[in-house]
Nanobody, 127 residues
């Protein structure tokens, strides 16, 4: 079955950087877009970033543009989220996600577009 396993979260100070990784298994990684969502305590899950199956197209929520970079290595079945200049309000559980359909070209920003979710990794940004 499809598995997504995140790593790389932790406790950092405002302005610091972190790189999250998500290792995928169970199907042909290079055929599927990938994404990241985050969820703060008591709040809904929100889209952060997504990347097409080739890596040629990327999508970001406005608040992270210019600071976060999503990338993928199809030889390692891994997607990354480089997060720079982190802010306290970005403290959340970060989830790696992937859709059920290969070569998916939808908006990539809705929770219901993604069938597979990792267990999440905690990112805490102190002020």
């Amino acid at each position: 079955q499809v598995q997504l396993v995140e790593s790389g979260g932790g406790l950092v100070q405002a302005g610091d950087s972190l790189r999250l990784s998500c290792a995928a298994s169970g199907r042909t990684f290079s055929s599927y877009s990938m994404g990241w969502f985050r969820q703060a305590p008591g709040k809904e899950r929100h889209f952060v970033a997504a990347i097409s199956w080739t890596g040629g197209s990327t999508y970001y929520t406005d608040s992270v543009k210019g600071r976060f970079t999503i990338s993928r290595d199809n030889t390692k079945n891994t997607v990354y989220l480089q997060m720079n200049s982190l802010k306290p309000e970005e403290s959340a559980i970060y989830y790696c996600v992937s859709p059920r359909t290969p070569y998916y070209i939808g908006p990539q920003r809705r929770v219901d577009e993604y069938t597979y979710w990792g267990q999440g990794t905690q990112v805490t940004v102190s002020s």
